[in-house]
C-alpha cells in the first residue's frame, strides 16, 4: 500500500503513450521509418517501466502498490485513482511485452501514421484499464479501447473488414452498456455505508453494502459485459470474425490484451465487489467454461483458415481461465491469472507466425499450405514450440497455468474439471492435425519456395519464445508475486459468503516428507511383518 | 556421491541444448558423438550414484535431491527435485546403458541424412526427459519426463516428415498417448484432493500409514492405470505402437521398445503402496488387461511381414506381461523382465534396423532370406535375441518370463494359462521370423510382383493397341458396306423405272397402227426402252457385286478384331499366369524363374541386381555384440534357485515397501512350471521350423485370421474418429456458425431493417449506432429504476 514510488509510474504507463501519439502526429505521414520508430520508442518505454515494476514491486504485499489517488471531480466521487497488485501487475507487463513485439513484427500496408496513433492510443488505454481501482475511470478505460481497435480492423483489416469491425464494436458495446448502470447503482446503494458517494473499488468492496438480490443484480450486469469481452460461450461469434480479419497487430493485442479485460474484470469487480453473487451463480461460469473449452476445441479443428483456427483456440484457453476463477481457490484463481498472460504470449506469437505466413504465401487456407517445414524449417521449429505451449506442455508456461487451474477445479468443481481435461486432448488432436497438415507432407512449388524467417523477425518474437520456455521452467517469481493478491481475494471471499472456505485437500501432511522418513515407513512395514509372520507361526504351532 | 543424481538427466539435457545451438555447425558425425558422448557421461554419473546407493545401509537408500521449488501455490507445491532409490537408480542404468549403446548405433544408421544433427537432437532431449521420468521426486516431475518422451516420440516418429504416413503417425502416437494423460492428470489431482501433496515420499508415507482409502485408492489405480496403458500401449491404447514404427529403427528401438513404452510399468510400479491399499479388483485389472493384451499382439503379430511390425506387436505383447505382472504384485518380476526385455527387444530393433540398413532399406521379410550369410554378426547376435525373447533357457527371457508365470499361476490359473500360450506364440512367430530373414536363400534380388507386373503390362499394352487399330478398321468398311447398299437400292429404283417405260411404250404401241400420225416415233421410243431395261439390270448386278465385296471386307476387319482380342486375352494369361514370389513366404520357397523376361523387367530391378547387401559398419555392429551378450546373461540378475541369487528382488526390496506379493508354491511346483514352459517354447519352435524351413503345412491358415484380428482394431477406431466422431465436429462447428453466430447476425440484421424503416436519410453506421443508443437508454433506464427500487426496500 505505501510502496508508492516518488516517480508516479503509474500514470506514467498511460500518459507516455500518450506523449507518443502527440509525437506520432506531428511526424509527416509519408515518412514511414520515422513512424514506425516513434511508436516503438514509445511503446517500448512504456514496456520498460512496466517491467521495472516487477523490480520495484513488494511481494509480500498483499494490496495495491504504487497506489495514485486524486480526487478528479468530487461531486461525482471520480477520483484518479490507480493502483496494481498481484493479480494485474502481469496483465499491464503482458500489455508492456506485447505493444512493441506487434509493432516490430508488422508493419500496415497504408497510412502508417493512422495505424500507429492508433495502436499507441490503444495501448494507452489497456494499460489504464489494468491499473485503474475506480470504478468509472475502470468504465471509461474499457470503452475507449474499443475506438482504436474498432478502426484498426475496419481500417487495416482483410477480407470483411468493416463487418467484423462493427460486429465487434456493437457486440461489445452492447454487453457493456449494462454495466455502467451497475457501477452507478452499486457506488450509490453503498453511499451510506462508505460515508459518501465514491466508486473507489476497495471501499466499495469492504463495505458489501448490497442486498442479496441487488447485489445479483448488479453482478449480472457486470457478468454480462465481461462474458461478451472473454468471450464466454455462446457470447464468442464476435470473436473469431474480429481476430480474423484484424490485421496482425490487431489481433495479437486482441487476443493478448483485450481478451483479459474480462477475465480480469470478473476477478477485480465481479467476484471481489460481489462475493456472495459470484459465488451463487458460480455454476454458470463454471459451466459455460467448460462448455467453452471442449466447443472451442471441436469448432478449432474443423475450421479451414488457418486464422480461425487459432481464433477458436482461444474460446477453449478463456474457457479453461473462468473454470480456473469461478472455483474460488487459490491454485485455481492463480492458475487462471497465470493463464491469462500464456495465453496472450502464445496465442499473440501464434497470431504473429501465422501473419508472417499469410504475407507470404497471401493465404491462410489449411488445404493450400503443405509441406513448410521442408521449405522454412526455422519458422517451423519456432511454430512447434509455440504450438506445444498452447497445447500445455510440460516445461513450457502454458502447462503451469492450465495445471493449476485443473488441479484448482478438481477440488471444488470436480465433475466440471474432468469434462476440461478432455479439453487437453482435443488441443492435441486441433494443433497437432493443423500442424501436420501445413508444415508436414511434401511442399508444392509455390509453399516449397517460401522463404524462412528473416532476422529481424526472429528476434521479433524471440522475446515470447524465451518467455514460453522461462515461464514454464521457472514460474516461481511470477507465482509468488501473484500469490498474496489472491489469496487476499479469497480470504475475502470466505470471509462475505456465509459457509463458504476455500476448496482444497481433505487432509494436508505437516511436513513434506524427507527420506528418512522412506526409511522410517520402510522399517515400520518390515517390522509389522515380522509381527505378522511371528503371529502366525505361533498361531500355527498353538 | 548420491548428490551426482542430478547430473543423470542435466547431462543429456546440456547435449540437446548445445545441439540446438551448435547442430548444424558441428554436423555429421560430430553432432552424433556429441549426443553419444554425453549420454555416456550420464551412464557414468548413473554408476557413481549407484555405487553411493549401494555403499548405503539397505534402509536408508533413498535420497532426495531438491533443486528448486517448480510450482508453489498456496497449500501445493512441487519442486524440480529427483528421489534416488534402487527403482529409480535400476531405470536410469538400464536407460542410460542401453541409450548410450542406441546413440552409438545411429551414428552409423543415419549417415548421410540431411537432419542428421537434428535427430540427436532429439535423441538426446528424449534421454534427459526419460531420466526426469523415472528421477523426478513427485508425480508432476514424472509427467514433465512423460510428457517430454511423448513430444520427442512425436517428432521421431514424424522424422521423415516428406511422407503423409509419418506425420499421421506421429500424430496418432501423441493424441492416443494424451488420452492417457487425461487419467494421469486426474490421478494427480485425486492424490492433491486426498493427501495433499504429490510427491512420492508423501504419497508412500501416507498411504503406507493408512490415509488412502480403499476406494479413493482404486480410483487413483483406475485413473494410472488409463495413463499407462496410453504409455505402455495396452488395450485398447495400443493401436499406435505399431504405426510408430515409421520413425528411424533406432527410435523404434531406445523409445518404443526399451524405455519410454516401459513408463507406465514404471509409474505403478512407483506407486506401489497406493496400488497395495487399493481393492483387490483394481489390481486385478490391471493384470487382465495385460494378459488380454499380451495375447491379442501376439496372436496379431504371427502374420505381419513388415520386420519391423512384427517385433513391434511383439513388443506391445511384452508389455503386457509387465502389466500382468504389476497386477498380480510382481513388481520385481516386471522390473526383471522390463531390463531383459529393454536388451533383447532392443538388440532385436537394432538387428533388425541392421538388415534394413543392408537391404537398401526393404523391411518386407518376404524379400530377404539368406541373411545370415551376407550379414553375420548381425544374424549371430540377432539369433540370441530371438532365443532370448522365445523363453529358451539359459537366455535371459527365460528367467524373467518364468518368473511372471509362476505369479501368474498363484494369482489366476486363466491369466497362466494365458501368459502361457502367449509364451507360445511368441516363440512361434520370433522363428517365423528368423527363418524368413536369415534361413534359405536371399529372395533380396528377385523381381518384386510389381517388376513382375510391369514387365507383363506391355504386351496387354500392345495387344490393346491391336484391337484399337482393328477396330479403327471395322468402320471404314462398314461404311463402304452401307454406301454399296445404297447404290444397290439407287440400281434397283431404274430397273423398275427402265421396265416402267418398256411397258409404257408397249401398251402405246399397241393402241396405235401402223401409218398412224407418230407411230414411227412409238416404235422409235420401244426400241429405246428395250435397250434401257438390260442396261440397269447389268448396272443392278455390278452394284450387288460391290455389296457383297464390300460385306467380305467387313468381315475380315472383324475377324481381325477377333483375332487381336485373343492376343489380349493371351497376354493377360500371360501376366496372370507369370511366376510371382508367394504371398506366404517359407524358406523352401522356390525362386522365380526370370530368364524368359528377364530383358523386359524394369530399371529398379535391374538397379537392384548390383547392389550389394553388406555388413553394418562397427558403429552398429559394436551395440549389438554388446546388447546380445547382455540378453545372454541378463538372467544372471535374479537367478531362482536359492534366495542368495535374487540379486534384483533383494536390491528393489526397500523400493517396494513390502507391497511384492509373496510366492507360496513349493520348489516343485515351480520346477514343473518351469518345464511347461520351456516344452511351449520348444514345441512352438519345431513347429515354426516345421511350417517356414521345412514347408510342411500351409501358413495361409495360420496368418489370415491374425492378420484380420490386427487389422480390425485399427479400422474400428480409424472408423469412429472419420465417421462419427468427426461427423460431431463438422455439426458443432456448423451450428455455430448458423445458430450461435446466426443468431447474433439476425438481432443485427432486424435492428438495422427497424433503422431503415424508421430513419431513411441516415446513412449505414451512424442509423445502427443512434438506434442502439436509443434502446440502450431505455433498458438502462429501467435496469437504473429497478435496482434503486429494490435497494431502497
Redesign the interface.
Known amino acids: 500500500m505505501f510502496a508508492a514510488a516518488a516517480f508516479p509510474i503509474l500514470p506514467a504507463l498511460i500518459i507516455t503513450p500518450l506523449i507518443t501519439v502527440a509525437v506520432l502526429m506531428l511526424i509527416p505521414a509519408n515518412r514511414n521509418s520515422e513512424l514506425k520508430l516513434a511508436a516503438l520508442v514509445g511503446t517500448t518505454i512504456t514496456g520498460m517501466m512496466s517491467i521495472w515494476m516487477l523490480y520495484a514491486f513488494e511481494i509480500a504485499d498483499d494490496g495495491f502498490q504504487f497506489a495514485v489517488n486524486r480526487v478528479w471531480l468530487e461531486e461525482l466521487g471520480l477520483s484518479w485513482n490507480l493502483g496494481v497488485d498481484g493479480i494485474s501487475l502481469f496483465l499491464v507487463v503482458l500489455t508492456g511485452i506485447l505493444f512493441p513485439i506487434a509493432i516490430t513484427a508488422t508493419e500496415p500496408h497504408h497510412d502508417p501514421k493512422q495505424y500507429y496513433i492508433w495502436l499507441t492510443l490503444l495501448m494507452s488505454g489497456s494499460m489504464g484499464v489494468f491499473i485503474a481501482l475506480d470504478l468509472l475511470l475502470f468504465f471509461l478505460f474499457f470503452e475507449i479501447v474499443l475506438v482504436p481497435m474498432y478502426f484498426l480492423i475496419g481500417g487495416w483489416g482483410h477480407g470483411n473488414r468493416i463487418h467484423a469491425a462493427?460486429?465487434f464494436f456493437?457486440?461489445t458495446?452492447?454487453g457493456s452498456?449494462?454495466m455502467?448502470?451497475?457501477i452507478?447503482?452499486v457506488a450509490?446503494?453503498s453511499q451510506d455505508a462508505t460515508g459518501g458517494l465514491t466508486f473507489d473499488v476497495v471501499q466499495l468492496a469492504e463495505a458489501q453494502a448490497?442486498?442479496q438480490?441487488?447485489q445479483r443484480?448488479?453482478f449480472g450486469?457486470f457478468a454480462l459485459a465481461f462474458a461478451v469481452k472473454v468471450p464466454l460461450?455462446?457470447l464468442?461469434?464476435?470473436l473469431p470474425d474480429a481476430h480474423t480479419e484484424a490485421p496482425t497487430a490487431g489481433s495479437v493485442i486482441l487476443a493478448g490484451v483485450m481478451l483479459k479485460l474480462g477475465t480480469y474484470g470478473y476477478l477485480r469487480f465481479g467476484i471481489y465487489l460481489f462475493p456472495q453473487a459470484a459465488h451463487d451463480l458460480a455454476w454458470i461460469f463454471l459451466t459455460l467454461g467448460v462448455i467453452g473449452i471442449v466447443?472451442g476445441a471441436?469448432?478449432a479443428?474443423?475450421?479451414r483458415d488457418l486464422k480461425r483456427l487459432v481464433a477458436y483456440s482461444s474460446v477453449a484457453h478463456l474457457g479453461f481461465i473462468a473454470l480456473g476463477m469461478f472455483v474460488l481457490?487459490?491454485?485455481g484463481i492463480?492458475?487462471a491469472v497465470f493463464q491469462m498472460v500464456n495465453h496472450g504470449i502464445s496465442t499473440g506469437a501464434l497470431f504473429i507466425l501465422v501473419g508472417w505466413v499469410y504475407e507470404r504465401r497471401h493465404t491462410r487456407e489449411i488445404a493450400a499450405l503443405g509441406?513448410l517445414?521442408?521449405s522454412a524449417p526455422i519458422m517451423a521449429g519456432v511454430f512447434t514450440l509455440v504450438m506445444?505451449s498452447s497445447i500445455g506442455?510440460?516445461?513450457l508456461n502454458g502447462?503451469?497455468g492450465e495445471?493449476?487451474i485443473?488441479?484448482?477445479g478438481?477440488?471444488g468443481a470436480r465433475w466440471w474439471?474432468?469434462i476440461a481435461?478432455?479439453g487437453?486432448?482435443l488441443a492435441?488432436?486441433y494443433l497437432?492435425?493443423a500442424y501436420?497438415r501445413v508444415?508436414?507432407?511434401?511442399p508444392t512449388e509455390e509453399n516449397a519456395s517460401m522463404p524462412d524467417l528473416r532476422l529481424s523477425e526472429g528476434l521479433a518474437i524471440l522475446p515470447l519464445l524465451v518467455l514460453i520456455v522461462f515461464l514454464g521452467v521457472?514460474?516461481?517469481p511470477m507465482?509468488?508475486r501473484i500469490?498474496p493478491a489472491v489469496?487476499r481475494l479469497v480470504v475475502h471471499v470466505e470471509a462475505n459468503v456465509d459457509g463458504f472456505e476455500e476448496p482444497?485437500?481433505?487432509?494436508?501432511?505437516a511436513e513434506?516428507?524427507?527420506?528418512?522418513?522412506?526409511?522410517?515407513?520402510?522399517?515400520?512395514?518390515?517390522a509389522e511383518?515380522e509381527a505378522k509372520e511371528e503371529a502366525e507361526s505361533l498361531g500355527g504351532e498353538g | 556421491m548420491l548428490e551426482a543424481a542430478w547430473l543423470i538427466p542435466a547431462l543429456p539435457l546440456a547435449g540437446f541444448m548445445l545441439l540446438v545451438l551448435l547442430g548444424r555447425r558441428l554436423g555429421e558425425p560430430l553432432a552424433g558423438w556429441l549426443a553419444t558422448g554425453m549420454m555416456a557421461l550420464s551412464f557414468l554419473a548413473t554408476l557413481v550414484v549407484f555405487a553411493g546407493l549401494v555403499a548405503e545401509d539397505e534402509a536408508h537408500r533413498f535420497f532426495i535431491q531438491t533443486i528448486f521449488t517448480w510450482v508453489p501455490s498456496g497449500t501445493f507445491s512441487v519442486d524440480v527435485g529427483f528421489l534416488v532409490d534402487p527403482l529409480s537408480i535400476t531405470m536410469c542404468l538400464f536407460i542410460t546403458g542401453v541409450g548410450t549403446l542406441i546413440h552409438l548405433y545411429s551414428v552409423g544408421y543415419m549417415h548421410g541424412d540431411p537432419n542428421f544433427s537434428k535427430f540427436f537432437l532429439y535423441l538426446n532431449l528424449f534421454a534427459a526427459s526419460m531420466l526426469i521420468l523415472v528421477l523426478g521426486d513427485n508425480l508432476l516431475m514424472t509427467f514433465l519426463g512423460w510428457e517430454g518422451v511423448g513430444a520427442c516420440s512425436y517428432f521421431l516418429i514424424s522424422f521423415w516428415f516428406g511422407k503423409d504416413e509419418n506425420a499421421s503417425a506421429g500424430k496418432k502416437a501423441f493424441v492416443t498417448n494424451r488420452i492417457g494423460d487425461f487419467g494421469y492428470m486426474l490421478g494427480m489431482f485425486l492424490m492433491f484432493n486426498a493427501i495433499g501433496s504429490i510427491r512420492y515420499a508423501d504419497i508412500i508415507t501416507e498411504t503406507q500409514a493408512g490415509a488412502l482409502s480403499a476406494g479413493v485408492a482404486s480410483a487413483a489405480v483406475l485413473l494410472f492405470m488409463l495413463a499407462a496403458a496410453g504409455k505402455s500401449a495396452q488395450i485398447p491404447l495400443f493401436v499406435w505402437l505399431p504405426d510408430a514404427m515409421a520413425g528411424p529403427t533406432p527410435v523404434s528401438a531406445l523409445i518404443h521398445a526399451a524405455t519410454m513404452v516401459t513408463s507406465g510399468v514404471y509409474l505403478l510400479t512407483r506407486l506401489n503402496p497406493v496400488l497395495a491399499a487399493a481393492d483387490p479388483w483394481a489390481t486385478t485389472t490391471i493384470a487382465w488387461i495385460g494378459a488380454i493384451t499380451a495375447l491379442v499382439a501376439a496372436l496379431a503379430a504371427i502374420s505381419q511381414n513388415d520386420i519391423k511390425r512384427v517385433l513391434a506387436y511383439s513388443t506391445v505383447s511384452q508389455l503386457g506381461y509387465l502389466f500382468l505382472a504389476v497386477g498380480v504384485g510382481a513388481y520385481v518380476a516386471a522390473l526383471f523382465h522390463m531390463i531383459t526385455h529393454a536388451f533383447f527387444k532392443a538388440l532385436l530393433f537394432l538387428g533388425s534396423g541392421s538388415v534394413i540398413h543392408g537391404h537398401d532399406d526393404e523391411q518386407d521379410m518376404r524379400r530377404m532370406g539368406g541373411v545370415a550369410k551376407l550379414m553375420p554378426i548381425t544374424s549371430m547376435t540377432f539369433i540370441v535375441g530371438w532365443l532370448a525373447i522365445s523363453g529358451v533357457p539359459p537366455f535371459s527371457g527365460f528367467w524373467s518370463k518364468d518368473e511372471i508365470l509362476i505369479y501368474a499361476w498363484e494369482a489366476n490359473i486363466g491369466l497362466w494359462a494365458i501368459g502361457l500360450v502367449t509364451a507360445l506364440l511368441t516363440a512361434f512367430y520370433m522363428t517365423r521370423q528368423v527363418i524368413m530373414t536369415f534361413f534359405g536363400r536371399s529372395r533380396f534380388f528377385d523381381p518384386t510382383p510389381e517388376e513382375i507386373n510391369g514387365a507383363f503390362v506391355q504386351g496387354v499394352l500392345d495387344a490393346e493397341a491391336g484391337v484399337a487399330a482393328a477396330n479403327e478398321a471395322v468402320g471404314p468398311a462398314n461404311e463402304a458396306v452401307e454406301k454399296a447398299l445404297a447404290d444397290v437400292t439407287k440400281r434397283e429404283e431404274a430397273l423398275a423405272k427402265a421396265t416402267v417405260t418398256f411397258d409404257d411404250a408397249t401398251t402405246a404401241l399397241a393402241g396405235s397402227s401402223e401409218g398412224d400420225d407418230g407411230y414411227d416415233k412409238l416404235v422409235k421410243a420401244l426400241t429405246k426402252a428395250e435397250k434401257g431395261v438390260p442396261k440397269a439390270e447389268t448396272a443392278l448386278v455390278k452394284a450387288r457385286d460391290k455389296h457383297t465385296e464390300a460385306l467380305a471386307d467387313v468381315q475380315v476387319a472383324e475377324e481381325a478384331i477377333d483375332a487381336a482380342r485373343l492376343k489380349i486375352g493371351e497376354a493377360e494369361r500371360e501376366r496372370a499366369t507369370a511366376p510371382r514370389p508367394p504371398e506366404y513366404v517359407t524358406a523352401s520357397s522356390s525362386p522365380i524363374d526370370v530368364s524368359a523376361f528377364e530383358d523386359r523387367l524394369p530399371e529398379s530391378y535391374h538397379k537392384r541386381q548390383e547392389y550389394h547387401p553388406h555388413e553394418s559398419p562397427w558403429t552398429m555392429t559394436l551395440p549389438l555384440v554388446v546388447l546380445a551378450g547382455l540378453a545372454a546373461v541378463a538372467g544372471g540378475i535374479n537367478l531362482p534357485f536359492t534366495k542368495d541369487l535374487h540379486f534384483l528382488a533383494h536390491w528393489l526390496e526397500p523400493s517396494l515397501f513390502l507391497n511384492e506379493a509373496k510366492l507360496t508354491s513349493s520348489a516343485g511346483t515351480k520346477w514343473i512350471l518351469a518345464f511347461v514352459a520351456i516344452a511351449v517354447g520348444v514345441v512352438a519352435i519345431v513347429a515354426a521350423f516345421g511350417v517356414y524351413l521345412r514347408g510342411k503345412g500351409d501358413p495361409k491358415q495360420v496368418e489370415n485370421k491374425s492378420l484380420a484380428l490386427a487389422v480390425t482394431w485399427d479400422t474400428a477406431l480409424a472408423a469412429f474418429m472419420g465417421g462419427p466422431g468427426r461427423k460431431l465436429f463438422d455439426v458443432l462447428s456448423f451450428l455455430d456458425k448458423k445458430v450461435v453466430d446466426g443468431a447474433v447476425e439476425g438481432v443485427g440484421h432486424r435492428v438495422q431493417a427497424a433503422g431503415t424503416a424508421a430513419r431513411k436519410l441516415q446513412p449505414g453506421f451512424v442509423r445502427q449506432y443512434s438506434l442502439l443508443v436509443v434502446m440502450a437508454t431505455a433498458v438502462v433506464g429501467l435496469f437504473m429504476l429497478t435496482v434503486l427500487w429494490l435497494g431502497a426496500t
Do not use: C, R
Open positions: 462493427l460486429k456493437l457486440y458495446m452492447a452498456a449494462l455502467l448502470v451497475g452507478v447503482s450509490f446503494l448490497l442486498s438480490t441487488a443484480l448488479v450486469s460461450f455462446p464468442h461469434t464476435w466447443y471441436a469448432v479443428t474443423m475450421q481457490n487459490t491454485q492463480q492458475g509441406g517445414q521442408k506445444l506442455l510440460p516445461g502447462f503451469v495445471f493449476l485443473l488441479l484448482g478438481f477440488q474439471t474432468v481435461v478432455t487437453v486432448i492435441a488432436l497437432l492435425w501436420q508444415f508436414h507432407g511434401t521457472y514460474p516461481k507465482l509468488e500469490e489469496e482444497g485437500p481433505e487432509q494436508l501432511p513434506p516428507a524427507t527420506a528418512d522418513d522412506l526409511t522410517h515407513t520402510l522399517e515400520e512395514a518390515e511383518a
